[in-house]
């Protein structure tokens, strides 16, 4: 990765969630970046909008097709950007390799997704120094954490 490009800006639209023949997932949503700025007599002007065509893969792709509409005010992190001409404009493309809803402008609520991780059963547990042998039990067991927990949380 030669650099980091960080775009804030608006979707014009909700993104549009696609599975490419592969079967991999793909979000499709325009981001238009409108910069602002304070000119020489302290007023503000509005610059020139840079529309940007946003592609986002896997489970970003799920996560923002199912959590982001139009008008969300969101920051795109990209690896990849291209310019392109459309007619008498000049637009840029790229895939996101991350994005985050802006917090300038809105709350937002983090629901993290985790993977489904298979814990092993564990049998005995013992003291690696000492060689004494701990408890028997699964560590899915609440009440044999318990004690342990608030022993250590006292220290």
Partial sequence: MLFTCV???????????????KGHTVANFRLIHNPRYRNGAGDWVDGKAVTIEVACWRKLAEHVA???RKGDTVVVEFTDI????NGQFSNLIGNA???SVSMRWATAASAKSRPEIARPRVDSVGDAWTGESGFSRHPDDVESFTADRETVDAF
């Fill in 82 to 85: 291209r310019a392109y001409a």
């Fill in 66 to 68: 199912g959590g982001l």
């Fill in 7 to 21: 775009v804030e800006g608006n979707l014009t639209a909700d993104p549009v969630l696609k599975t490419t023949d």
């Fill in 97 to 99: 390799s991350n994005v």
